[in-house]
T-cell receptor
């Protein structure tokens, strides 16, 4: 079946250091979305990338979508303690006559040491 | 923005009983609802996709007779865990999509989740 692999599983950084998480899909995606989940909470939508090679920025966060629309990355510059949480990528796969469904990566748990 | 209300937020039930979880779209019509299950420290696993007025489509390995999904209206979808057992204890989350396309500025809207504990 369709799979979205995400690495690393955990990342511990010192406040101020950069952080990157990577996703790779076994199939071409119609789009990829990124979510952040705080402990005990539900996923909160961050961004969606649709176009091949697309790059989007949200303040210190930079999101990229690969040329083949099979991989993506999220990079955080100069992490802060408020960045703590688990970041999930979710690939949208189009199913004939059903629209798209999201397949989540395993998530990367980010911890930031002050 | 689009809001999905999910309840209960947590429930403890005895083994062998059934539990119903509701998800309501508050300010939009959700033609499609997705149900996920998440075990601690793990990812969200898609269980099923429900479309209003039709039968749900279950992912491989998910028992449709155990996890009953009903999407009777454009604003309400329910998941019933029948004859629950301790191994069904998990975090269940619904998400909704508006129409057949993703709401580009909002992605998929998630409910707040239901933590089920079966004792």
């Amino acid at each position: 079946g369709q799979q979205v692999m995400q690495i690393p599983q955990y990342q511990h950084v010192q406040e101020g250091e950069d952080f990157t998480t990577y996703c790779n899909s076994s199939t071409t995606l119609s789009n990829i979305q990124w979510y952040k989940q705080r402990p005990g909470g539900h996923p909160v939508f961050l961004i969606q990338l649709v176009k091949s090679g697309e790059v989007k920025k949200q303040k210190r966060l930079t999101f990229q979508f690969g040329e083949a629309k099979k991989n993506s990355s999220l990079h955080i510059t100069a992490t802060q303690t408020t960045d703590v949480g688990t970041y999930f990528c979710a690939g949208s796969i189009m199913i004939y006559n059903q629209g798209g469904k999201l397949i989540f990566g395993q998530g990367t748990e980010l911890s930031v040491k002050p | 923005g689009a809001v999905v209300s999910q309840h209960p937020s947590w429930v403890i039930c005895k083994s062998g009983t059934s539990v119903k979880i509701e998800c309501r779209s508050l300010d939009f019509q959700a033609t499609t609802m997705f149900w996920y299950r998440q075990f601690p420290k793990q990812s969200l696993m898609l269980m099923a996709t429900s479309n209003e007025g039709s039968k749900a489509t279950y992912e491989q390995g998910v028992e449709k007779d155990k996890f009953l999904i009903n999407h009777a209206s454009l604003t309400l979808s329910t998941l019933t865990v029948t004859s629950a057992h301790p191994e069904d204890s998990s975090f269940y989350i619904c998400s909704a999509r508006v129409g057949m396309r993703t709401v580009l500025s909002h992605g998929y809207t998630f409910g707040s989740g239901t933590r089920l504990t079966v004792v």
